[in-house]
Antibody, heavy 117, light 109 residues
Framework: DVYVVQSGGGLVQPGGSLRLSCAAS????????MNWVRQVPGKGLEWVAS????????YFVDSVKGRFTISRDNTKDSGYLQMNSLRAEDTAVYYC??????????WGQGSPVTVSS | QAVVTQEPSLTVSPGGTVTLTCDSS?????????PYWFQQKPGQAPRTLIY???KKHSWTPARFSGSLFGGKAALTLSGAQPEDEAEYHC?????????FGGGTKLTVL
């Protein structure tokens, strides 16, 4: 079975930083792109960032460029989203997603992030 | 950045058929957009129903099907069940980036 288990998240002040992690199992992690998607409660889904299987390619939605970084450690089957200069509008549930164009997408359980003073 | 559009809400009768669509502001949706369809129920993470336009996961009920129709991606539900009431999200690929539609709230009533 495929599992994507997330950790991190919580309450942070505006301008602060937070790191989200996800640990994957049940599939060859180093073969798949990984993504982060967020959802403001009661609203739709927004793709945030993606990283290629070997980390050589990274893409971000315009609203987080220069503030968020995405990384992975294939030796630990883990992915990360480093969020800096956080704003109130970054408040959302963040999902780690195995998303690879031609295969089933698997979602983590979600990590709530609240940016508030 | 592209804008992906879905019907905000639809209603279907139990046992009925309904088609949800996913439109791209950049032109016709093709297989090159690698359309996904996700189902999300309150308090839960989304789960994949359809990937690569029309492929199903083992957990996808047979009553769901994906296709391209009229320049859009489409999700058809044939024989709606009460448990199909949920939010449905489409997702399209644009050269390394992804864009979600706004979601369709499907009511079975």
């Amino acid at each position: 079975d495929v599992y994507v288990v997330q950790s991190g998240g919580g309450l942070v002040q505006p301008g602060g930083s937070l790191r989200l992690s996800c640990a994957a199992s049940g599939f060859p992690f180093s073969h798949y792109w990984m993504n982060w998607v967020r959802q403001v409660p009661g609203k739709g889904l927004e793709w945030v960032a993606s990283i290629s299987h070997d980390g050589s390619e990274k893409y971000f939605v315009d609203s987080v460029k220069g503030r968020f970084t995405i990384s992975r450690d294939n030796t630990k089957d883990s992915g990360y989203l480093q969020m800096n200069s956080l704003r109130a509008e970054d408040t959302a549930v963040y999902y780690c997603v195995r998303l690879d164009w031609t295969d089933v997408a698997y979602w983590g359980q979600g990590s709530p992030v609240t940016v508030s003073s | 950045q592209a804008v992906v559009t879905q019907e905000p809400s639809l209603t279907v009768s139990p046992g009925g058929t309904v088609t949800l669509t996913c439109d791209s502001s950049t032109g016709a949706v093709t297989s090159g957009h690698h359309p996904y369809w996700f189902q999300q129920k309150p308090g839960q993470a989304p789960r994949t129903l359809i990937y690569a336009t029309s492929k199903k996961h083992s957990w996808t009920p047979a009553r769901f099907s994906g296709s391209l129709f009229g320049g859009k991606a489409a999700l058809t539900l044939s024989g709606a069940q009460p448990e199909d009431e949920a939010e449905y999200h489409c997702l399209l690929s644009y050269s390394g980036a992804w864009v979600f539609g706004g979601g369709t709230k499907l009511t079975v009533l």
